[in-house]
């Protein structure tokens, strides 16, 4: 009987042991990896099961202080959801994946392609990241199966290309659009391409061939649909052969990632893109008569692509084994066709530097330089238009300043207050917006936050 007892009496003191030690886990507000914790343990039941729910908030509010269209200041926000299902531990069969997600997007006025946009007069280098057009929205729904040891993985279904493709570390940190799906991508692709805020139906295979070294590659439907309307709530599905396919390719090579690497990591992409539809020309006629102009049909163009380079590399670090320190992040896009595009040269490049303040050791800070050229084609039809303006004509564009570049230059801190919830102020200052002197340039102040539910 005693014997019984004692067991009962160590079997109360190890319960109670897991439910104390489980109670401060949920009640250490501001070591837990989300908000709302480990839901009493379900969470993690769930997770060991197959399913794995998140959910993620960023709001930003952001004034254009001086310059640009006009002066104003707005709040906008972004709620994603998803889940994801690890098929072999729901008991199917090995290397099998699905994600589905969902994006709400709001604002204090209602946004049509980014309000931020239209009050500082940007053409190419939008100030955030997550401005879109106010909607709940069905973003990525897809399956991916895993094969030789996850060396190789194939995804089909409704896919972000900007989850994966021309990703950075370090740019990851800046509000600016183009730190994200970049430039010389939104602004070629037709209705933007698949990346925020909206996804394209397509496959992606990734091949690993060892630690260093990867390969990915997409094919996706040409054009993923306007998002203001045909493609508004994410559901359209498009695959129309009369608008062509889209292919983005990216090889990238991982230095000193390996568990004991000793020396400074870096990931250095090379990547291309190609479009298979037919693009008008932003020049000329079929007559070869310039549009300023002309009131016929625009010359067309099968086909549209360039090269890209993408580099992340840490130049200096506080002590081995740690992350603190300074990185460098540069991207280029030397080569885009100026009949086809209105930009044909981007450059893009920054320093960021992790735990740059004493015992902020997961603070971020960081300078981002953007640099986008208007093609000469388009500084042609500027030209063409004051001329004709200037002999007495009427030109199909108003006369005005030759366009020549828009830049961004971005200051940014991320402040980490605990490890679900982060608060960041950012300046920025944009060069020539709208690409020419029309307009003053633009100066944008904005503080963001993000928090992980």
């Known amino acids: 009987m005693r014997t019984t007892l004692n067991f009962m009496q160590h079997a109360r003191c190890l319960c109670l042991a897991v439910y104390t030690a489980v109670a401060a886990e949920e009640t250490n507000l501001w070591q837990r990896e989300t908000l709302t914790g480990d839901w009493g343990g379900t969470r993690g039941r769930w997770s060991e099961k197959g399913f794995d729910v998140g959910m993620g908030y960023t709001g930003e509010f952001l004034a254009n202080v001086s310059g640009g269209v006009r002066r104003g200041a707005l709040y906008q926000g972004l709620l994603k959801t998803l889940l994801d299902l690890d098929v072999e531990k729901m008991g199917g069969w090995k290397g099998g994946s699905v994600r589905a997600s969902g994006l709400w997007i709001h604002g204090t006025e209602p946004n049509n392609r980014a309000d931020i946009a239209g009050m500082t007069g940007t053409a190419y280098l939008e100030v955030s990241g997550i401005s879109a057009f106010d909607t709940h929205r069905l973003y990525e729904l897809w399956f991916e199966q895993k094969l030789l040891d996850d060396k190789l993985s194939v995804r089909v279904g409704q896919l972000a290309l900007d989850e994966e493709f021309v990703a950075s570390d370090y740019a990851s940190l800046f509000l600016n659009a183009a730190s994200g799906w970049p430039l010389f991508l939104s602004a070629t692709v037709p209705s933007g391409g698949p990346g925020y805020p909206v996804t394209g139906t397509g496959a992606r295979v990734r091949v690993e061939p060892g630690e260093r070294l990867s390969f990915m590659t997409t094919l996706m439907e040409g054009d993923v649909g306007d998002q203001t309307s045909a493609n508004r709530t994410g559901t359209q599905f498009r695959l129309h052969e009369n608008e062509g396919v889209f292919a983005l390719f990216e090889i990238a090579y991982r230095?000193?990632?390996?568990?004991?690497?000793?020396?400074?990591?870096?990931?250095?992409?090379?990547?291309?893109?190609?479009?298979?539809?037919?693009?008008?020309?932003?020049?000329?006629?079929?007559?070869?008569?310039?549009?300023?102009?002309?009131?016929?049909?625009?010359?067309?163009?099968?086909?549209?692509?360039?090269?890209?380079?993408?580099?992340?590399?840490?130049?200096?670090?506080?002590?081995?084994?740690?992350?603190?320190?300074?990185?460098?992040?540069?991207?280029?896009?030397?080569?885009?066709?100026?009949h086809r595009n209105p930009v044909d040269l981007y450059v893009a490049g920054g320093l960021v530097y992790k735990g740059l303040i004493t015992d902020r050791d997961d603070d971020l800070f960081g300078v981002e330089v953007h640099f986008a050229r208007v093609s000469n084609v388009?500084?042609?039809?500027?030209?063409?238009?004051?001329?004709?303006?200037?002999?007495?004509?009427?030109?199909?564009?108003?006369?005005?300043?030759?366009?020549?570049?828009?830049?961004?230059?971005?200051?940014?801190?991320?402040?980490?207050?605990?490890?679900?919830?982060?608060?960041?102020?950012?300046?920025?200052?944009?060069?020539?917006?709208?690409?020419?002197?029309?307009?003053?340039?633009?100066?944008?102040?904005?503080?963001?936050?993000?928090?992980?539910?």
């Open 255 to 338: 230095l000193n990632q390996e568990k004991n690497a000793k020396s400074l990591p870096g990931t250095y992409k090379l990547g291309g893109w190609y479009h298979s539809g037919r693009f008008d020309d932003l020049g000329f006629d079929t007559q070869g008569v310039s549009l300023a102009d002309s009131n016929g049909i625009p010359l067309t163009h099968t086909g549209n692509g360039g090269i890209h380079l993408d580099i992340d590399q840490m130049i200096f670090r506080e002590k081995a084994d740690a992350g603190e320190g300074l990185g460098v992040h540069c991207r280029v896009a030397p080569w885009l066709a100026g």
């Open 378 to 453: 388009v500084r042609d039809l500027q030209r063409t238009a004051n001329a004709v303006a200037a002999a007495g004509g009427t030109p199909n564009l108003d006369p005005g300043p030759i366009p020549d570049h828009e830049m961004a230059v971005e200051v940014a801190y991320r402040i980490v207050l605990a490890p679900w919830w982060s608060v960041q102020p950012d300046f920025q200052y944009i060069f020539h917006p709208g690409g020419s002197k029309a307009l003053r340039d633009a100066i944008v102040v904005g503080l963001r936050t993000q928090v992980a539910f």
